[in-house]
């Protein structure tokens, strides 16, 4: 069985950079559709960036040219990495794995594995 954990996040000051990372034991994410997602108090779960079988990605409108998801098949991990953040971006955030698809997805619904999260944390 698929398990997810997620590691990197922290505090940081407004236009600073995080790298997250998502260590995926069990079974090989190589073919899996996977995501970032995020949740702050009080919203409701967002996705962030998709990484579909084939390597397309689709984000957020709102993180657009600040955040690259990739994948690196060897060591079984998904990163995000994340620059010029801002309060907005404070968070909970988790790894997911869905199946194997060749479109990426930002519904929550779509994914049935989901690791237990990494709070992100920007301010001044």
């Known amino acids: 069985q698929l398990q997810l954990v997620e590691s990197g996040g922290g505090s940081v000051q407004p236009g600073g950079s995080l790298r997250l990372s998502c260590a995926a034991s069990g079974m090989p994410i190589t073919t899996y559709r996977m995501a970032w997602f995020r949740q702050a108090p009080g919203k409701e779960r967002e996705g962030v960036a998709s990484l579909a079988r084939g390597y397309a990605t689709s984000y957020v409108a709102s993180v657009k040219g600040r955040f690259t998801i990739s994948k690196d098949n060897a060591k079984n991990t998904l990163d995000l990495q994340m620059d010029n953040l801002a309060p907005e971006d404070t968070a909970m955030y988790l790894c997911?794995?869905?199946?194997?698809?060749?479109?990426?997805?930002?519904?929550?619904?779509?994914?049935?594995?989901w690791g237990q999260g990494t709070q992100v944390t920007v301010s001044s």
């Open positions: 997911a794995a869905g199946s194997s698809r060749w479109d990426p997805s930002l519904l929550p619904t779509d994914y049935n594995n």
